[in-house]
T-cell receptor
């Protein structure tokens, strides 16, 4: 069955520190992988996506993610976190047309001064 | 990126009434839209897939008669919560597909429904 696991419910990092949010997936075919960010009471915004090609993908706001097929992982990273990055982050796996996109449970990021 | 607008952002209604939520694609045509429900501090749960000009496809466990979805045009899908009850209170989010060649979804701002 298709699934997405985000092992960390919440993470706290200091402003300026590096960040890595974990995501593991289970998918029968070559997955389309996404990271979305959600601010409180808002919809979701796409940070980055992976369809094929280079396994290290760059996104908006200085985020990047690396697709590792052998580990079924798609971890999100940022070298230096800003206070404005505090939000909920969702990893998702899907297919063409957006059908049956499955979201992970989300990881809440807290940034301390 | 493409813009999806959702309205209203917040709505409070009395138990037993019906509430309509609109989802519009502002700068592109969306043949397929998706409706999600999100409980506090939880992930998104797909409720249904809305296809322009045809009936929506509901996920297992979602009541079709409770959550009416209409996708009458390429830029508008509506979700009507009929005879709402307090347990229907939730955050409802719509999204539109970026097209068949991409899996990207464009999300509305979400609608917070509170049923008293």
């Amino acid at each position: 069955a298709q699934s997405v696991t985000q092992p960390d419910i919440h993470i706290t990092v200091s402003e300026g520190a590096s960040l890595e949010l974990r995501c593991n997936y289970s998918y029968g075919a070559t997955p389309y992988l996404f990271w979305y960010v959600q601010s409180p009471g808002q919809g979701l915004q796409l940070l980055l996506k992976y369809f094929s090609g280079d396994t290290l993908v760059q996104g908006i706001k200085g985020f990047e993610a690396e697709f590792k097929r052998s580990q079924s992982s798609f971890n999100l990273r940022k070298p230096s976190v800003h206070w404005s990055d505090a939000a909920e982050y969702f990893c998702a796996v899907g297919s063409t047309g957006g059908f049956k996109t499955i979201f992970g449970a989300g990881t809440r990021l807290f940034v301390k001064a | 990126g493409a813009v999806v607008s959702q309205h209203p952002s917040r709505v409070i209604c009395k138990s037993g009434t019906s509430v309509k939520i609109e989802c519009r694609s502002l700068d592109f045509q969306a043949t397929t839209m998706f409706w999600y429900r999100q409980f506090p501090k939880q992930s998104l749960m797909l409720m249904a897939t809305s296809n322009e000009g045809s009936k929506a496809t509901y996920e297992q466990g979602v009541e079709k008669d409770k959550f009416l979805i209409n996708h009458a045009s390429l830029t508008l899908s509506t979700l009507t919560v009929t005879s709402a009850h307090p347990e229907d209170s939730s955050f409802y989010i719509c999204s539109a597909s970026g097209g068949l060649m991409t899996g990207e979804l464009f999300f509305g701002e979400g609608s917070r429904l509170t049923v008293l």
